[in-house]
């Protein structure tokens, strides 16, 4: 799926204005982390790639595309023409194997960047790339320097150090997966690591993925399960806050202090106490302390006609 085009020229006029301002100040300024925005899948808002280009540093900006997810070989391609009609200054496309993610000449494809675009796709053919790589240590040490990171679908479901696969153990049927709460089912493999304590899930709501993240967050209670729906993104700003951007949902469940048990068979999962938050856009939430920030957006939101906001600080 590609940006929704609806304001998308106004947006990306006052994004370039703002970016040359902002964009710029990022880029001078002493690191201190940097930026996730995790998008649910489907249609992209112009909100969420706008906040993407700016953060990027805009025409200042340098973008790398990470296609591998997909299977589609005009995905790279089809990213590039997207984000620099955002007025991102530079994009490259780094469609290498799992060799060149080892080779000097894959390092290169990184100098200067200021923000990573993951594709949406397979995670597991993602991460079968880039697993264990020069290349995949060099995209967190850009991270920790201060670059956005950005991933749709798949590209999301990689952001943790645990990430959901998109298997099932003991599936009931072969038409429809998840129909149980069940422990030692949902199947996980190691993700790209940007946060250590918090597993994505995507496409949250419209595939209807609760029992998945339900299974997993009450059978690891120390992982805190955000879950995104399509069309909609969390932006996770380097103190460990987000904010929910885009037009749908986002669920955080929680159950670290929750009393939780297996049933004797081993598989059933109880739980009592979790949390559950249901967020829209604007809503901040703290991930270390783990409760809601803001609810509701700003009482005065930004006219539609110039949303400079991505790129000022909130």
């Known amino acids: 799926m590609h940006t929704t085009t609806s304001a998308l020229g106004v947006a990306t006029r006052a994004c370039t204005v703002a970016c040359l301002v902002a964009g710029s100040a990022m880029l001078g300024a002493e690191p201190r982390g940097g930026n996730l925005v995790v998008i649910g899948g489907g249609d992209r808002p112009a909100s969420i790639m706008t906040l993407f280009a700016c953060l990027a540093g805009g025409p200042q900006g340098t973008v790398i595309v ?18 620099k009609a955002l007025g991102i200054g530079r994009v490259i496309v780094a469609a290498v194997d799992r060799a060149g993610a080892d080779s000097e000449q ?5 100098e200067g960047a200021t923000g990573v675009y993951f594709a949406g796709g397979d995670q597991t053919r993602l991460m079968a790339v880039l697993r264990g790589t020069r290349l995949e240590q060099k995209v967190r040490d850009l991270y920790r320097g201060g670059a956005v990171i950005a991933g749709t679908s798949a590209g999301a ?18 038409d429809e997966n ?11 493999a190691q993700g790209l690591g940007f946060l250590d304590d918090v597993v994505f899930d995507q496409h949250f709501v419209r595939r209807r993925r609760h029992n ?13 399960g955000v879950a995104v729906d399509e069309a909609t993104a969390v932006w996770v700003k380097p103190d460990r806050t987000f904010e929910v951007v885009g037009d ?26 979790l949390r559950l938050h249901v967020l829209r856009a604007g809503a901040q939430y703290d991930a270390t302390r783990r409760t809601v920030l803001r609810l509701s957006p700003a009482a005065t939101p930004a006219p539609a006609a110039a949303p400079t906001a991505p790129c000022v600080a909130r």
């Open 212 to 224: 998945r993240l339900l299974s997993l967050v009450l059978e690891q209670p120390r992982l805190l």
């Open 157 to 174: 479901a990689a952001m943790g150090r645990v990430m959901i696969t998109g298997d099932e153990n003991r599936p009931l049927s072969k």
């Open 178 to 188: 998840w129909q149980t709460i069940e422990a030692e089912n949902v199947v996980t």
């Open 106 to 110: 894959g390092l290169r494809l990184t």
């Open 66 to 83: 990470f296609p591998q997810a997909s299977e589609r070989p005009e995905a790279g391609p089809e990213l590039e023409t997207e984000l």
């Open 248 to 273: 749908g949902p986002v669920l955080v469940v929680d159950a670290d202090q929750a009393a939780t048990a297996r049933d004797a068979s081993g598989y059933g999962l109880r739980g009592s106490g």
